[in-house]
């Protein structure tokens, strides 16, 4: 079968925050949607299949959400899909969309990420609802939450790999520092080691600024055939690679429960399709759900061979070598959980453009940028590698 | 604003975990031995980590070392080892000083499979 080439042709994100001005979801979908069809150059006639990524019907009280956009959109008529994958949800959407194109089954098709995990019920329904994200069982009826699993997934690598407080407090000041350059972030905040220490406890070490935000917001991108691509869209970035794998379910059941073994086979599944390594991403969007994952993340995806020492030599700051998380990540942009990974692949297609906001946008742009989102304690892990197009500003 | 209050009451049937279950709700750490590696998961696996599908349930001793704790908002709860078993398990730590590194399940005594571990008193030690 011939594979066909996939480009990003529009890509747009709401704010992410918590909305208090009498919007919905609906919105907000249409919103991010109506954006990114206009940077695509695009016509709504011309759009195949829309695919939504929405973590959980209990958010937005809809099921079958992707039919009801489809409808709000004024695509009635197009094939539509609902993806899910927990926090891995928006990654998914993208991967099936751009599987679509390169399969041949469509030429135009929008992804659409959005939740409303802020506003629409109270932070300790969402807390007990995520509990269920894991083996509902065996952990979630336990009690068990999402900050407790990540605690000790988080402490196990930390003890392997000499991870001390202050790390996650570096983490932690550069997403919110990179927050406050970006409009539409969440948590745009410059706050001291002192504040994050004074914070409350959550789940040790976890305290309340180590972790991100419940968020309402939404996000789009525009995939095309990269031969159906509108001309004026030649500077657009390519879909170079993705891969996605699975993990035990169960920590306790992991070799290693410190290690994202799931983001490690999908990273060199991506890498194989894009013929990259992860020493030629300069650019990444990570799944820091919590500091220490931020960590995790950059030791599974090969990013650093001693994550402590590249973080503090300043290797994944804004002028690094690899600039992590320029967006704010989802400590500092946020996290509406369906809009995540959307909004990673529409953020590294715009740096990878150079239209991303200017004080964030780098001044020399890498061949490859990386969006990584996973659900669960990395149970299902997602990744994107997009390229950059020969003739980007 | 739309307001909306919804009450849901699942039955859910636990199938093939029914053991475990129930052994929960007695305070027994039913776990699954492997017929062809001998591994023994707890919670159990379906699918043992070498492949095979076929186990047998087998009651552990119940008592585990905790190898990490986290505290807060929730509670406490742990990464732990069960006595006898090769996974390990995170559960609920219930009224386990931070001194103490090793616990026994306790029995949920509902119909909820809340795993939990619990301080070792004299009459259960050893
Ligand atoms: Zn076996």
Known sequence: ?393 | MISNHIGLDYALNPGWMAPYVAGLSVGKARARRCQSCAATSFPPLRVCTCGCLEGNWTDLPGTAQILFRTTGLDGDFGLVHFDGATTKTTLRLQAIPATETRGIIAASGDNLPVLCLTALTGERDG
């Not at chain 1, 939404?218 to 990269?226: D, K, Q, V, Y």
């Open chain 1, 1 to 393: 079968m011939k594979v066909r080439d996939v480009t990003v042709t529009g890509a747009a994100l709401t704010p992410f925050n918590r909305r208090k001005d009498g919007t919905g979801f609906r919105d907000w979908a249409l919103s991010a949607f109506e954006m990114a069809l206009e940077r695509s150059g695009l016509e709504r006639s011309d759009i195949d299949a829309l695919y939504v990524a929405s973590e959980s019907d209990f958010f937005h009280l809809q099921l079958n959400p992707a039919s009801v956009l489809a409808t709000e959109f004024g695509l009635t008529g197009v094939a539509a899909t609902r993806c899910e994958g927990g926090g891995a949800s928006g990654q998914v959407a993208v991967h099936t969309a751009a599987r679509a194109i390169q399969a041949g089954a469509a030429k135009h098709v929008a992804v659409i990420g959005v939740d409303p995990s802020a506003s629409s019920l109270s932070g300790d329904a969402i807390r007990t609802l995520y509990g269920f994200s894991f083996d509902a069982w065996t952990d979630g009826m336990t009690g068990l939450t999402s900050t407790a699993l990540y605690a000790l997934s988080f402490q196990a690598f930390a003890a392997e790999h000499g991870i001390t407080e202050a790390d996650l407090a570096t983490v932690t000041l550069q997403n919110r520092s990179n927050a406050c350059h970006n409009p539409g972030a969440h948590l745009p905040r410059r706050d001291s080691p002192q504040d994050i220490a004074d914070s409350p406890a959550i789940a040790s070490p976890y305290r309340r600024l180590h972790c991100s935000p419940l968020s309402d917001g939404a996000a789009a991108i525009i995939l095309s055939r990269t031969d159906a691509t509108p001309r004026r869209r030649a500077g657009a970035a390519r879909i170079a690679g993705m891969g996605t794998a699975t993990d035990h379910m169960h920590l306790g059941a992991r070799a290693d429960p410190g290690f994202f073994t799931a983001k490690q086979i999908a990273m060199q599944r991506a890498c194989a399709e894009a013929g990259a390594t992860p020493a030629e991403i300069g650019l990444a969007e990570l799944y820091d759900a919590y500091a220490g994952t931020q960590l995790q993340s950059i030791a599974a995806l090969g990013l650093s061979e001693d994550v402590s020492r590249d973080l503090n030599n300043g290797a994944f700051a804004p002028t690094g070598r690899c600039a992590i998380n320029l967006s704010g990540g989802l400590m500092g942009q946020g996290a509406p959980v369906g809009a995540t990974g959307v909004g990673q692949t529409a953020t590294c297609a715009l740096l990878l453009e150079g239209r991303y906001h200017p004080s964030l946008q780098p001044d020399t742009l890498p061949r490859y940028a990386l969006a990584d989102t996973h659900g669960g304690v990395c149970t299902l892990s997602a990744v994107t590698i997009l390229e950059r197009a020969e003739k980007a500003a």
